[in-house]
C-alpha cells in the first residue's frame, strides 16, 4: 500500500522529488514571489493555498517552465530543471491542468488525450512519414495507453466526442486524462474544483487521491476551495503577498494566526 511506502524509519532523511529552493520573481519592480521553499515528496498531495494575489498561480508557471525565476532554483529529482524550455517539460515527468481548461476545443476527447501522450515519444518526423516498425509500436503502446486511461476516467462514452461540445466538468476529465496520459510523477492540478458543484467536488477528492494510490503520482494542488484541499492534502504551502506564510499538516495550517488573519482579517486591520 502506498501509505505503508510514505512512513519512515524515524531520523530518516528522504530526498525530495521535487525541491523548490528560495524562489523569486520580480515582473517590473513588483515582487510576485519573495524566496520561496518547499520540499515535495513522492506519493504526497501537496496542497498550495493563499488569498488573491499570494502568488500560487506565479509558483505554478514557473514548476511548469512557463515563467523564469528571477533568482533561486526548482531541483526534481535532484536536477535544476530551469533550462528546460516549457514543452520540453513532460520529458522528465511533469504534468499539469490549467485553472481555465486549456483543450484543443474542436478535436475529440480520444485525440486530446493522445495529445497528452506523444508528448512523452521521442519519434521524429523521417520515421513517422515512413512508419517505421518502433514508429508503429510506439502508436499501439499510445492507443492502448489512451484507452486505458479513458476508461480509468469513465469517459469511454464520449471518447469520440468533440470536446467544444461537453459540459465543463466533464472538459476537466479531458483536460485531466491527457496530463495523466504523459505518464507525469508529478501532477500539477490547477483549480480543478472550479466551475464544480458541491457533489462535483466531493467525487473530485476521491479521484485525486485514488490517482495517487492507483498511480503512482505526486500531487501539487493550487485551490481555493479550502474543503477540497484539507480533505485530501498530506501536507499544505500557504503563501500570502509572495511569501510562504505557513506550513504543515493541513490542521497545522488551519490553526496557524498567519493563515486566519490573512484570510479573515483582524480587528486591527
Do not use: W
Not at 144 to 160: C, K, P
Amino acid at each position: 500500500m502506498m501509505q505503508a511506502q510514505l512512513a519512515q524509519a524515524p531520523g530518516a532523511s528522504v530526498a525530495p522529488l521535487l525541491a523548490v529552493r528560495d524562489v523569486s520573481v520580480v515582473f517590473g519592480g513588483i515582487v510576485a514571489l519573495n524566496g520561496v521553499s518547499f520540499d515535495m515528496h513522492r506519493g504526497r498531495i501537496l496542497g498550495l493555498i493563499g488569498p488573491n494575489g499570494a502568488g500560487k498561480t506565479t509558483l505554478f508557471n514557473c514548476l511548469s517552465r512557463l515563467y523564469q525565476p528571477s533568482t533561486g532554483d526548482i531541483l526534481m529529482e535532484g536536477e535544476s530543471i530551469l533550462s528546460r524550455p516549457a514543452h520540453k517539460i513532460a520529458e522528465i515527468g511533469i504534468g499539469r491542468t490549467f485553472q481555465n481548461v486549456a483543450l484543443f476545443p474542436n478535436l475529440s476527447v480520444l485525440d486530446n488525450v493522445r495529445i497528452g501522450a506523444h508528448s512523452r515519444t521521442t519519434s521524429d518526423m523521417i520515421s513517422d512519414s515512413l512508419k517505421l516498425n518502433k514508429v508503429r509500436r510506439t502508436e499501439a503502446a499510445i492507443n492502448e495507453r489512451v484507452h486505458e486511461i479513458l476508461g480509468y476516467l469513465h469517459l469511454e462514452s464520449v471518447a469520440h466526442t468533440v470536446v467544444a461540445g461537453l459540459p465543463f466538468g466533464t472538459q476537466k476529465r479531458v483536460e485531466l486524462a491527457r496530463a495523466l496520459a504523459a505518464q507525469p510523477k508529478i501532477l500539477l492540478l490547477d483549480e480543478p474544483a472550479g466551475g464544480l458543484n458541491h457533489e462535483e467536488v466531493h467525487v473530485l477528492g476521491d479521484l485525486i487521491r485514488r490517482i495517487r494510490d492507483d498511480r503512482d503520482v505526486t500531487v501539487l494542488l493550487v485551490e481555493h476551495h479550502m474543503g477540497l484541499v484539507m480533505s485530501i492534502a498530506d501536507h499544505v504551502v500557504a503563501l500570502n503577498f509572495g511569501k510562504k506564510l505557513a506550513e504543515g499538516t493541513p490542521a497545522q495550517v488551519q490553526a496557524d494566526p498567519d493563515v486566519i488573519k490573512a484570510y479573515l482579517g483582524s480587528k486591527d486591520q
